[in-house]
């Protein structure tokens, strides 16, 4: 068979997806579109460069992800729409692909973002059409794998998502990289966790309950703390069946308490008013900072990523640990971060165009057939090392 998609946002997510969908994904049709009709033919250059028989099946278009009518057009005879885009447009275009009759995933981020989503679960069922958020990297893949480790074995269990984008090198004030879109950074570490504590729902403040955590060389030891959206559903979707349930960013050693400050400067705020009435606007001035002076072109990237879910399996303690390390990739330019954030979620697109995920709008750990999934995961040239043994924590 072969399938067609349309993925919102031309950007380094976009493209990474567009790749994946034409390699991996039985692709006929991608339409790559963006509210910047330049940038989506750019990125179908880029595209073209790295698939130069593909030209042909590669389609840029001008959308306005905010627009019902502009999105309907872009994925008019697409099979499955992919938002590339940000979060905050994602309901929009949740809606907009359930009136195309197309199956819908997207890169995620936000909770309640998610949930609005998750409501309009009659609407897609009666369209035929699946729908399925937070499909990227954390949420996503992490979640996925949990999903896995916890269909393996038996109550009581716990689970542990830890996950990072990092610089290779040590570099700037805060050791760290700019990876990803700055408000999905900053979303990230705004407000809470929301966690599984002894079987109950919990929310833990962000940039809190800070730990430890060891990788091999040449990455070495880093910290953990918690951050929001990364658990996305999972807490109410195995709530009764898991007791434990987290998840944490990994940074190099230092960086949340920079992080921290800065949240009490005010730097990330909006707007704020100073003694003598008048009005700064740090968060603007913040972010340009960051674009700039985190951009780091010369400094590749890495992903880190380790799920580890503990239980019993015929009456014996187990752990089953999931570990994935990736890195930029020099052959196709493509960072680790935007590998493992659109890989996994091409792959998700390919499942709903294939049929393999019912109609309606359902969180992915609860529909998406992990077995398979992660099996078919080293063919998107996303590589999980996974540990089965005996738990003697």
């Known amino acids: 068979m072969r399938y067609r998609y349309c993925v919102i946002g031309a950007g380094r997510q976009g493209v990474a997806l567009a790749h994946d969908l034409l390699l991996n994904c039985e692709a006929s049709r991608v339409v790559l579109a963006d509210a910047d009709e330049t940038a ?18 590669l389609v840029p278009m001008r959308c306005d992800a905010a627009d019902a009518a502009s999105v309907q057009r872009a994925a008019a005879d697409a099979q499955v729409v992919i938002s590339a885009a940000p979060y905050r447009f994602n309901e929009g275009l949740t809606r907009a692909a359930i009136a195309a009759r197309a199956h819908f995933c997207d890169l995620g ?9 998750l409501s309009l679960h009659e609407s897609a069922r009666a369209a035929g059409v699946s729908v399925l958020p937070d499909c990227g990297l954390a949420p996503g893949l992490g979640n996925i794998l949990a999903a896995d480790g916890v269909s393996r074995l038996e109550p009581p269990i716990g689970v542990q998502v830890r996950c990072g984008g990092l610089p290779q090198r040590r570099e700037g004030p805060l050791a760290y990289k700019l990876v990803f879109n700055f408000d999905g950074l900053v979303n990230e570490y705004s407000g809470f966790g929301e966690f599984l504590r002894d079987g109950a729902p919990i929310s833990i403040p962000t940039l809190t309950e800070l730990e430890a955590i060891e990788f091999p060389e040449p ?6 703390a918690v951050t929001s959206g990364g658990t996305s559903t999972c ?7 898991v007791q434990n349930f987290d998840y944490k960013t990994v940074r190099y050693p230092g960086h949340f308490a920079v992080i921290r400050a800065m949240f009490g400067l005010g730097l990330f705020d909006e707007s704020v008013r100073t003694s003598d009435g008048g009005e700064l606007r740090p968060r603007a001035l913040t972010r340009r900072l960051f674009e700039e002076r985190l951009a780091l072109p010369e400094v590749r990237d890495l992903v880190v990523l380790r799920v580890t879910v503990r ?15 990736d890195l930029h990739d020099e052959r196709t330019g493509f960072t ?3 590998r493992t954030t659109a890989f996994p979620t ?19 750990e609860q529909v998406l057939p992990t077995a398979a999934y992660v099996k078919e995961l080293g063919g998107h040239d996303i590589r999980v090392s996974e540990r089965d043994g005996p738990d003697g924590a």
């Open 336 to 338: 680790a971060m935007e």
């Open 40 to 57: 989506a033919r750019r990125s179908v250059l880029r595209l073209v460069a790295l698939h130069p028989s593909r030209g042909g099946d």
């Open 235 to 241: 807490a109410e979707s195995f709530a009764g069946r």
């Open 346 to 364: 091409a792959l998700v697109a390919y499942f709903q165009a294939r049929g393999m995920i019912p109609a309606g709008a359902r969180p992915l």
């Open 311 to 325: 239980g019993r399996s015929g009456g014996i303690a187990r752990r089953v640990t999931y570990d994935l390390h």
């Open 109 to 117: 981020g936000n909770t309640s973002v998610v949930r609005a989503q």
């Open 219 to 224: 990455i070495g030891r880093c910290e953990a």
